[in-house]
T-cell receptor, first 114, second 110 residues
Framework: DTAVSQTPKYLVTQMGNDKSIKCEQN?????MYWYKQDSKKFLKIMFS???????INETVPNRFSPKSPDKAHLNLHINSLELGDSAVYFC?????????????FGEGSWLTVV | DAKTTQPTSMDCAEGRAANLPCNHS???????VYWYRQIHSQGPQYIIH?????ETNEMASLIITEDRKSSTLILPHATLRDTAVYYC???????????WGAGTKLIIKP
């Protein structure tokens, strides 16, 4: 069983479009995250939700809007896509927010904006 | 910025122990050391984490120096499938984020 699952795995879209990436975790965790991995392979946190409440919102454009309908889901919606949005986006989850709580990652969603 | 430094790349022979070093000289008392790896085109995979004591699980062992300024991840019997980028991360206690560096590219050779 996949613990943290993301869809779609691959997404190719044109500039200016709006797209969403869905994430679901079946671990019973209360905290979920979105990370972005750029072309240099550095992973950077974008958002974090705890019990459906936004707790981390790093400096990302307003075009990115996370939505958490329940604790098991954290979807990422992107408006007016730009070339620079091309990256791999990883969803993750953990039980609790302390540094001793392990974060588990999904397999990633490869977004290419053309 | 990442709070850890790791060698850019390492080689290891298949079947031998792979020892991956990590320096985290500015680590504070409540910060954990985490190790993840990322195999090409896959998501980061959790390996192990520790605070002060050495830790062992089915995947690896983590040796943390007494002053906690460095650690070593040990894969006891490396296989070709262990070829990946290994990330050593210090997790900030109050911020519970993972601040990622560039990692070590480990290549296991037959």
């Amino acid at each position: 069983d996949t613990a943290v699952s993301q869809t779609p795995k691959y997404l190719v879209t044109q500039m200016g479009n709006d797209k969403s990436i869905k994430c679901e975790q079946n671990l019973g965790h209360d905290t979920m995250y979105w990370y972005k991995q750029d072309s240099k392979k550095f992973l950077k946190i974008m958002f974090s939700y705890n019990n459906k409440e936004l707790i981390i919102n790093e400096t990302v454009p307003n075009r990115f809007s996370p939505k958490s309908p329940d604790k098991a889901h954290l979807n990422l919606h992107i408006n007016s896509l730009e070339l620079g949005d091309s990256a791999v986006y990883f969803c993750a989850s953990s039980q609790g927010r302390r540094s001793g709580n392990t974060i588990y990652f999904g397999e990633g969603s490869w977004l290419t904006v053309v | 910025d990442a709070k850890t430094t790791q060698p850019t790349s390492m080689d290891c022979a298949e079947g031998r122990a792979a020892n991956l070093p990590c320096n985290h000289s500015t680590i504070s008392g409540n910060e954990y050391v985490y190790w993840y790896r990322q195999i090409h085109s896959q998501g980061p995979q959790y390996i192990i984490h520790g605070l002060k004591n050495n830790e062992t699980n089915e995947m690896a062992s983590l040796i943390i120096t007494e002053d906690r300024k460095s650690s070593t991840l040990i894969l006891p019997h490396a296989t070709l499938r262990d070829t990946a980028v290994y990330y050593c991360i210090v997790r900030e206690g109050s911020n519970y984020q993972l601040i990622w560096g560039a990692g070590t590219k480990l290549i296991i050779k037959p």
